[in-house]
């Protein structure tokens, strides 16, 4: 089969627009929160290089807890300068050996357990940057969420708006409405044309936050509904997991590694050692004619840490007043985490009060009261600026309703991150 030259064949033309039309369906498919949740956490850089130091740690620990290399000792010992040579003194000999150091006390043990807790405290810290990346991306979809939500309500009630501009300009012309009706209702609507300018920033500066955590995937549409999360458990249940969150493992993992630090410090204290074995080899004879005897020599040598005292007496201070900072700081930590709990559920609670009065007064009333605007305008019994002032008094009421409940649901987030809900 032949093609003519600079064309190119049907098939190949037909791939390629099957695929652009392809790519361009995915990239209109709604991102749902769960999807941004799972982005999110998929290969997260800031978690991963929190485990990699863990596993680093785990590593030193294991070497930690090793004997140091032995040393390899060659020498020539007591050999004439002056006249002779190699077998002329007895005590000439050239020396194989080999050194072996033993540190202190159970330093090895307990650097190995030292590095461990380090390696804890480094798999704890990569969880909280897990649940912090949750929450964080959790609220970003939500602010996303909202965004889109305002664009399309403000969006939605412009036709209105323009139409009721449209409608007074004909009633002037009539001369049943005045020119100020008219000049009111261009106002508004060059108001709403400007809201949703400052909307469409709004929503843009959402979206880039939000592509911090969901990458390209932020320029998709945002799911029109919100996750149906559960009823938040009671708040002595949510103290109780408190202990549980990983920023309070992270401050345990330090204060163990604190307290190893303290008896590594003791350790101070107790003798080195160090032990030499050689073998020494001589020419010559003795002066009976028989060969000199080879040498095997075993040396034991043993630290001295009387003249050290002071040096012993200030690591270990150190290592206690260390070990009581890490133990305030965990004091401190659940202070902190305790007064966050009580005050993002507390305002949980009062949002969803808020909203219960939106969804059973506020929402009906606003439109109601719109409505009857509009009723008593068209009848002559009302001004168009209480018009004007009922429907823009509805919208509104319907933004600050989608508002509370994108709060609602970012205060369940951070409430989820503290109280460990699960996702």
Known sequence: MSFLPGRKPAYIVFVAMALSCTAQA???????????????LDSEP?????????????ERSVVAGQL???MLQLGLNNFPIEAGGFSTEGMTHALVGLRQVFPRGDTRTLSTRQFQ????EMAENAEVRRV???????????????WDQAHAMVAESQPFFRDLAIITRSLYAVGRKNQQDVLRAELELGRLDDRLIEIERRRAAAKAALSEWVGSNASRPVASTLPEWGE???????????????TVGAADARIAAREVGVDLANERSKPG???DLGYSYREGSLPGGDPRSDFISLNVSVDLPFFRKKSVDGTLSAALQERRATRESREQLLRRLQSQLDGEYARWQHLTRRLDLYEQRILGQARDNAEASLLAYQSDSSDFAGVMRGYIDDLNTRLDYSRLRVERAQSYAVLANLGGIPR
């Open 232 to 246: 938040l458990p009671k708040l002595n249940v949510l103290q109780a997991n408190l202990m549980r969150h990983p």
């Open 26 to 40: 995915q990239h209109n498919i709604p991102l749902t929160l769960a999807e941004a949740e799972g982005l999110a």
């Open 273 to 275: 050692w160090t032990l």
């Open 68 to 70: 140091p290399d032995p």
């Open 117 to 120: 807790s380090f390696a804890n």
């Open 132 to 146: 912090d990346v949750l929450t964080a991306a959790r609220h970003s979809w939500l602010e996303a969420y909202y």
């Open 46 to 58: 800031g978690q991963a290089a929190l485990l990699a130091r863990a596993s680093a740690l785990e």
